[in-house]
């Protein structure tokens, strides 16, 4: 394989720093001044993901309704996300008495860790990921699960109808998609035989998974998207939290910076979601390139691999809102009926169509 | 007329006629019921739609004024008067089994004149609270504030209602019944509510998603609006109109300018007509406009919320330019319109129209076949057509059960009988039928608009009117057709420059008095659906 160069990555900066510390320090404490940093560096970008997509959000809704958007706060608004952070953090937090204390506030916890959690596996550019788990999409759909217990007891401590209802309906709409999700992206593990997440854009070099098992992968593409965007809440699937019914649903209690988090969990789970999705089926962070054609995947090569990540995540996420902001909600039983009736029969067909695909050597880089 | 006149004494011997424009008779409260029944199940022309409940005192007498119409043929109408003289503790007979329109109606009559109302199910106050002292628009009211102060206590609510109930025997017993049943999940929706669409309490009980009962608090925002015109000159009560359904402010104005208008004996200019009738037509593209909105909005579409408001931004800002108001826009003045049109006034319109189809068109391909939406509204909140009727729901809701109850049709006012245009009906009755009952409504209305806008006479905007107008005795009702559905003024004049008593007729407590009945056994988002998709304004019901 011929190597490219790639002045813009991050992996000889990061190579570099590995080897300065392991210089100066035992191998144990040179791995921990490295996870730390790490840490600290995934908090920092959870941070800035979320207040850009905040301020993206907010421009893109405002195009599509005919509006302007916010545009007091610097040019074009752009600093209005970073005034209402802070004023997020220093809002008060309005204590209510007859919840259940331990689990009110625990709450938001568990469902800001959950997506946090999620961050350390994705594969943010060439060798920017964290941790590279051998069962990274396994891992991806288990934490990122966990945030409904969040969303549950919220909804559970909090003491109020609207909540509970918003909870109930959360429940049953996390779990049911959960699913289609899971087996969507379980119809790609059949395709590429890994889990791991660095494994599958490896494979994805020069034919994406999407177009890789085409028929199946294109239906496995469109469930993820559709079960994806209903676990992250957000319409025309918000039902627990549809304003116009349930005022705010599950969080209709909280205040300042526990109403942020769950603010900021919807945000990065939406981010969450499209990352998966850009990595598992467009090729995550790995240039275009076409076989043979060397000028070509060079040039490709010299825009960084972060870029391409976070441009296909960008478009996926585009999407996303463009469905939230043209459809009306749905109501519960049809929800379930999507999921139950429809969505989830087809995935176990679609797999199974995949695992043809693959035996009989019909995927496109087992023919060409 | 005579046949029915016949039919009256047959069925009560006694009924006295009195010599009006309308056919009008005083029965005793004992044969009121049966006369009532015998009118309702006429089969020839059944008097199946009571127009008006209106509470009244006399004096010497309290009572209830009824006006009957008929679904088959709205324009004809007869007045029922009945009373008691028993001040203390006046009692008359329910007619809800009848009209289920009857039913809130007889509750805030109670609630203002300490009526009683014998069989009606659930006899609470609507409007005030249970505890309030006295009954305002009794004559002998006392009005001192250190009777009902301002409480700032929570109270809790009680869910049972007294009734009073006539046993075969002819036994009158007083009881108390539970709204709900023990053990049911009850939410409330509002008063504090996103979807309300004002400041309604809708107490709910739920069997999971499902909604078992609702009912209704009412009178939030009551303001005594018809107390407060009873010492008001009529010129001075014209500013009320415009805070009852505030979006269509121009429309209910010009119901009182019409009954005060005719009852004076005043001759409107016939540029003033033009105006209004073309004022009144943008004004019911802005409720239905606005309705569309709200209505998607409550279906979780937020952009769509906004495309209406849009086009609803220009209509306001012609407004705004033709009298200075934009919601509340104060044009119709007795006698005229205060203002004259602007002299761009007419290319504005001319340029709306085309514009305002091209956006229809729109929402069509956004929203009306969106599979959500569909999924959302057909088959959903089904009001029938006899429930319709019965419970008085008019206007495009009405429309939409298949019932034709355009005012604007069968008792046309201004300029209608000289416009030509379709009466929208659809059959289906659910969401979707009235959904898209306005959408065409909004077309039938630029068409009137389009016939209006280039044949406005040369002339006077406003008749000479004398400073203080003084209506002469006698009772004046006049309807019009409302965004929401009819809109009626009923003035009783003694020959004062004040009303001795005024009533509204809000086309939405019939809307919020239907959606008990049309909302049991859909699920709870449904019920936000149907709310937008009947289009209720709060300060029309409260009054």
Same mark, same amino acid.
């Given at each position: 394989?011929?190597?490219?160069?790639?002045?813009?990555?991050?992996?000889?900066?990061?190579?570099?720093?590995?080897?300065?510390?392991?210089?100066?320090?035992?191998?144990?404490?040179?791995?921990?001044?490295?996870?730390?940093?790490?840490?600290? @560096?995934?908090? @920092?970008?959870?941070?800035?993901?979320?207040?850009?997509?905040?301020? %993206?959000?907010?421009?893109?809704?405002?195009?599509?309704?005919?509006?302007?958007?916010?545009?007091?706060?610097?040019?074009?608004?752009?600093?209005?996300? &970073?005034?209402?952070?802070?004023?997020?953090?220093?809002?008060?937090?309005?204590?209510?008495?007859?919840?259940?204390?331990?689990?009110?506030?625990?709450?938001?916890?568990?469902?800001?860790?959950?997506?946090?959690?999620?961050?350390?596996?994705?594969?943010?550019?060439?060798?920017?990921?964290?941790?590279?788990?051998?069962?990274?999409?396994?891992? &991806?759909?288990?934490?990122?699960?966990?945030?409904?217990?969040?969303?549950?007891?919220?909804?559970?401590?909090?003491?109020?109808?609207?909540?509970?209802? *918003?909870?109930?309906?959360?429940?049953?709409?996390?779990?049911?998609?959960?699913?289609?999700?899971?087996?969507?992206?379980?119809?790609?593990?059949?395709?590429?035989?890994?889990?791991?997440?660095?494994?599958?854009?490896?494979?994805?070099?020069?034919?994406?998974?999407?177009?890789?098992?085409?028929?199946?992968?294109?239906?496995?593409?469109?469930?993820?998207?559709?079960? *994806?965007?209903?676990?992250?809440?957000?319409?025309?699937?918000?039902?627990?939290?549809?304003?116009?019914?349930?005022?705010?649903?599950?969080?209709?209690?909280?205040?300042?910076?526990?109403?942020?988090?769950?603010?900021?969990?919807?945000?990065?789970?939406?981010?969450?979601?499209?990352?998966?999705?850009?990595?598992?089926?467009?090729?995550?962070?790995?240039?275009?390139?076409?076989?043979?054609?060397?000028?070509?995947?060079?040039?490709?090569?010299?825009?960084?691999?972060?870029?391409?990540?976070?441009?296909?995540?960008?478009?996926?996420?585009?999407?996303?809102?463009?469905?939230?902001?043209?459809?009306?909600?749905?109501?519960?039983?049809?929800?379930?009926?999507?999921?139950?009736?429809?969505?989830?029969?087809?995935?176990?067909?679609?797999?199974?169509?995949?695992?043809?695909? %693959?035996?009989?050597?019909?995927?496109?880089?087992?023919?060409? | 007329?005579?046949?029915?006149?016949?039919?009256?004494?047959?069925?009560?011997?006694?009924?006295?006629?009195?010599?009006?424009?309308?056919?009008?008779?005083?029965?005793?409260?004992?044969?009121?019921?049966?006369?009532?029944?015998?009118?309702?199940?006429?089969?020839?022309?059944?008097?199946?739609?009571?127009?008006?409940?209106?509470?009244? $005192?006399?004096?010497?007498?309290?009572? !209830?004024?009824?006006?009957?119409?008929?679904?088959?043929?709205?324009?004809?109408?007869?007045?029922?008067?009945?009373?008691?003289?028993?001040?203390?503790?006046?009692?008359?007979?329910?007619?809800?089994?009848?009209?289920?329109?009857?039913?809130?109606?007889?509750?805030?009559?109670?609630?203002?004149?300490?009526?009683?109302?014998?069989?009606?199910?659930?006899?609470?106050?609507?409007?005030?609270? $249970?505890?309030? !002292?006295?009954?305002?628009?009794?004559?002998?009211?006392?009005?001192?504030?250190?009777?009902?102060?301002?409480?700032?206590?929570?109270?809790?609510?009680?869910?049972?209602?007294?009734?009073?109930?006539?046993?075969?025997?002819?036994?009158?017993?007083?009881?108390?019944?539970?709204?709900? =049943?023990?053990?049911?999940?009850?939410?409330?929706?509002?008063?504090?509510?996103?979807?309300?669409?004002?400041?309604?309490?809708?107490?709910?009980?739920?069997?999971?998603?499902?909604?078992?009962? /609702?009912?209704?608090?009412?009178?939030?925002?009551?303001?005594?609006?018809?107390?407060?015109?009873?010492?008001?000159?009529?010129?001075? /009560?014209?500013?009320?109109?415009? +805070?009852?359904?505030?979006?269509?402010?121009?429309?209910?104005?010009?119901?009182?300018?019409?009954?005060?208008?005719?009852?004076?004996?005043?001759?409107?200019?016939? +540029?003033?007509?033009?105006?209004?009738?073309?004022? $009144?037509?943008?004004?019911?593209?802005?409720?239905?406009?606005?309705?569309?909105?709200?209505?998607?909005?409550?279906?979780?579409?937020?952009?769509?919320?906004?495309?209406?408001?849009?086009?609803?931004?220009?209509?306001?800002?012609?407004?705004?330019? !033709?009298?200075?108001?934009?919601?509340?826009?104060?044009?119709?003045?007795?006698?005229?319109?205060?203002?004259?049109?602007?002299?761009?006034?007419?290319?504005?319109?001319?340029?709306? /129209?085309?514009?305002?189809?091209?956006?229809?068109?729109?929402?069509?391909?956004?929203?009306?076949?969106?599979?959500?939406?569909?999924?959302?509204?057909?088959? !959903?909140?089904?009001?029938?057509?006899? $429930?319709?009727?019965?419970?008085?729901?008019?206007?495009?809701?009405?429309?939409?059960?298949?019932?034709?109850?355009?005012?604007?049709?069968?008792?046309?006012?201004?300029?209608?009988?000289?416009?030509?245009?379709?009466?929208?009906?659809?059959?289906?009755?659910?969401?979707?039928?009235?959904?898209?009952?306005?959408?065409?409504?909004? =077309?039938?209305?630029?068409?009137?608009?389009?016939?209006?806008?280039?044949?406005?006479?040369?002339?006077?905007?406003?008749?000479?009117?004398?400073? /203080?107008?003084?209506?002469?005795?006698?009772?004046?009702?006049?309807?019009?057709?409302?965004?929401?559905?009819?809109?009626?003024?009923?003035?009783?004049?003694?020959?004062?420059?004040?009303?001795? +008593?005024?009533?509204? +007729?809000?086309?939405?407590?019939?809307?919020?008095?239907?959606?008990?009945?049309?909302?049991?056994? =859909?699920?709870?988002?449904?019920?936000?659906?149907?709310?937008?998709?009947?289009?209720?304004?709060?300060?029309?019901?409260?009054?």
């Amino acid at each position: 394989m011929t190597h490219y160069s790639q002045p813009l990555e991050f992996t000889g900066l990061t190579r570099w720093f590995d080897s300065a510390l392991r210089s100066v320090m035992p191998d144990f404490w040179a791995i921990f001044i490295e996870l730390v940093i790490v840490g600290i @560096a995934l908090l @920092a970008t959870y941070a800035v993901i979320a207040m850009i997509l905040i301020y %993206v959000e907010r421009k893109i809704t405002a195009f599509f309704q005919a509006r302007i958007g916010p545009n007091r706060v610097g040019k074009y608004g752009i600093f209005q996300t &970073v005034a209402d952070v802070l004023k997020i953090l220093i809002k008060e937090i309005i204590h209510v008495n007859k919840v259940d204390k331990f689990l009110f506030y625990a709450a938001p916890f568990f469902i800001i860790v959950a997506s946090m959690l999620t961050f350390g596996a994705i594969p943010f550019g060439k060798g920017l990921q964290a941790v590279d788990f051998n069962i990274g999409v396994f891992y &991806v759909t288990a934490v990122s699960s966990l945030g409904i217990i969040g969303v549950l007891l919220a909804g559970w401590s909090s003491n109020n109808k609207y909540s509970m209802i *918003g909870a109930m309906r959360s429940g049953a709409q996390f779990v049911s998609y959960e699913l289609s999700g899971g087996f969507a992206l379980m119809t790609i593990v059949v395709l590429t035989g890994t889990m791991q997440l660095s494994g599958m854009v490896e494979t994805q070099r020069y034919c994406w998974n999407l177009f890789n098992g085409h028929i199946a992968s294109f239906v496995a593409f469109i469930i993820y998207l559709i079960s *994806g965007h209903a676990e992250t809440n957000r319409g025309p699937f918000d039902l627990p939290e549809a304003e116009s019914e349930l005022t705010a649903g599950y969080h209709t209690e909280y205040s300042g910076l526990q109403f942020g988090f769950f603010y900021l969990a919807e945000y990065l789970n939406m981010f969450v979601i499209a990352a998966i999705a850009a990595t598992v089926f467009l090729g995550g962070w790995m240039p275009i390139q076409i076989k043979g054609w060397d000028a070509f995947n060079q040039i490709m090569w010299y825009i960084p691999s972060y870029v391409w990540f976070f441009g296909k995540t960008g478009v996926l996420i585009f999407i996303s809102l463009w469905v939230r902001w043209s459809f009306p909600r749905l109501r519960i039983d049809q929800l379930l009926n999507l999921e139950w009736k429809y969505l989830l029969p087809i995935n176990l067909v679609n797999i199974l169509l995949m695992v043809i695909l %693959v035996l009989s050597g019909l995927t496109l880089t087992q023919i060409f | 007329m005579e046949k029915i006149k016949q039919i009256i004494l047959d069925a009560v011997k006694e009924a006295v006629f009195d010599d009006k424009e309308k056919l009008t008779v005083t029965v005793e409260p004992q044969k009121l019921h049966f006369l009532l029944q015998t009118l309702h199940d006429y089969a020839e022309l059944p008097f199946d739609y009571l127009v008006y409940l209106i509470g009244m $005192d006399w004096g010497e007498k309290l009572g !209830v004024i009824y006006l009957l119409s008929s679904s088959k043929d709205p324009s004809q109408e007869i007045i029922i008067k009945t009373g008691t003289s028993d001040r203390e503790n006046p009692l008359l007979y329910s007619v809800t089994d009848l009209y289920g329109t009857a039913h809130f109606n007889e509750r805030e009559v109670y609630a203002m004149y300490g009526i009683r109302f014998i069989n009606n199910p659930d006899m609470r106050r609507f409007l005030l609270n $249970d505890d309030w !002292v006295g009954f305002p628009l009794r004559k002998d009211y006392d009005a001192d504030p250190a009777l009902n102060p301002v409480s700032v206590e929570s109270k809790d609510i009680i869910d049972t209602a007294p009734r009073i109930v006539e046993t075969p025997d002819g036994k009158l017993v007083e009881e108390t019944v539970n709204i709900f =049943e023990d053990g049911d999940y009850i939410i409330n929706i509002g008063p504090q509510h996103p979807s309300t669409h004002g400041v309604m309490h809708f107490r709910t009980s739920l069997d999971g998603e499902v909604v078992k009962k /609702i009912d209704v608090h009412s009178g939030y925002i009551h303001r005594g609006i018809e107390k407060l015109s009873e010492s008001l000159t009529y010129p001075q /009560i014209l500013h009320f109109t415009d +805070r009852l359904d505030y979006l269509s402010a121009n429309i209910n104005r010009h119901a009182l300018c019409i009954c005060v208008e005719k009852a004076a004996g005043i001759e409107v200019p016939e +540029r003033a007509q033009y105006i209004r009738t073309i004022m $009144d037509e943008l004004n019911r593209i802005d409720s239905h406009l606005l309705a569309w909105s709200a209505h998607t909005n409550d279906l979780g579409a937020t952009t769509a919320f906004i495309y209406g408001m849009r086009e609803r931004e220009i209509i306001l800002d012609i407004f705004e330019k !033709v009298c200075g108001g934009r919601l509340i826009i104060n044009e119709n003045v007795v006698g005229g319109v205060m203002f004259d049109i602007y002299p761009e006034f007419q290319k504005d319109v001319k340029a709306f /129209i085309p514009y305002m189809r091209d956006k229809l068109k729109e929402y069509d391909r956004f929203f009306s076949h969106n599979v959500i939406a569909l999924g959302r509204m057909v088959n !959903v909140g089904v009001l029938k057509k006899e $429930d319709a009727v019965s419970y008085a729901v008019s206007g495009p809701a009405g429309r939409a059960s298949g019932w034709s109850c355009d005012v604007r049709k069968y008792n046309p006012y201004a300029l209608y009988d000289k416009v030509e245009f379709k009466e929208i009906i659809r059959t289906e009755g659910d969401s979707y039928a009235r959904y898209m009952n306005r959408l065409d409504e909004i =077309e039938e209305s630029l068409h009137i608009i389009e016939q209006l806008i280039d044949n406005i006479p040369e002339g006077d905007y406003c008749a000479k009117t004398k400073a /203080i107008i003084k209506l002469p005795e006698g009772e004046y009702f006049q309807h019009v057709e409302a965004g929401k559905g009819l809109f009626g003024v009923y003035i009783e004049s003694r020959g004062d420059k004040t009303p001795y +008593r005024l009533k509204f +007729r809000s086309p939405s407590m019939a809307l919020v008095s239907v959606m008990p009945l049309i909302c049991e056994n =859909e699920k709870i988002s449904d019920f936000i659906g149907i709310g937008g998709s009947m289009d209720y304004v709060i300060p029309d019901i409260d009054r």
